[in-house]
């Protein structure tokens, strides 16, 4: 086991510096099992490609990094900003290393430069170019869900197996007159 504090490492895979991570703390426990690295007062990272521009910034709240499942856990205030400008917003994101994939099952926001998407099952591949959400709400193009026969954008909402409802409030005034008082 291992304690470390004020982190900053530099990971490399073959000669090649893959990421670096920023932390306040870190602590590497061999002997639980299944064996982790634990962020406990929250993590920052950045994936570089090969020749060391950024691709991808990472920051969530806590995080723990299973090594013999190659699996992130990220949660609390989990952002992922990647080289095209998507950003996603959650509170819970896994990153599987062993098949390249991402994904969430609890809400989550994607901010793309075309469009806001949120939903309650995220799906993406690592780099974030093929993504799906599912249980989604959000503004699209008609031409994004209709085939707009003209190919002219149309502003356009569409939700999917979403309901939102607002509470209705009554000033107290007006729930006395509605109970006869």
């Not at 570089?48 to 990220?74: C, G, I, R, S």
């Amino acid at each position: 086991m291992m304690m470390s504090y004020g982190v900053k490492t530099l990971i490399s895979d073959s000669g090649v510096i893959k990421y670096r991570i920023l932390t306040e703390q870190m602590e590497v426990n061999n002997v639980r099992q299944p064996s982790r690295w634990e962020f406990m007062k929250g993590i920052f990272f950045e994936q570089f490609d090969e020749k060391f521009q950024v691709q991808a910034y990472v920051q969530a709240d806590t995080a723990w990094y299973f090594d013999q499942q190659n699996l992130w856990k990220l949660r609390g205030r989990v952002y992922v900003r990647n080289v095209n400008g998507l950003i996603y917003l959650g509170e819970e994101l896994y990153w599987d290393g062993r098949v390249h994939e991402l994904y969430s099952n609890v809400y989550s926001r994607l901010i793309t430069p075309e469009r806001t998407i949120e939903g309650t099952c995220f799906r993406s591949d690592e780099n974030m170019n093929h993504y799906t959400v599912t249980n989604s709400k959000g503004s699209f193009v008609n031409s994004d869900i209709e085939g707009d026969k003209n190919n002219e954008p149309q502003p356009a909402s569409a939700t999917n197996d979403t309901t939102t409802t607002q509470p209705q409030i009554r000033p107290a005034s007006q729930k006395r007159k509605a109970s006869g008082k």
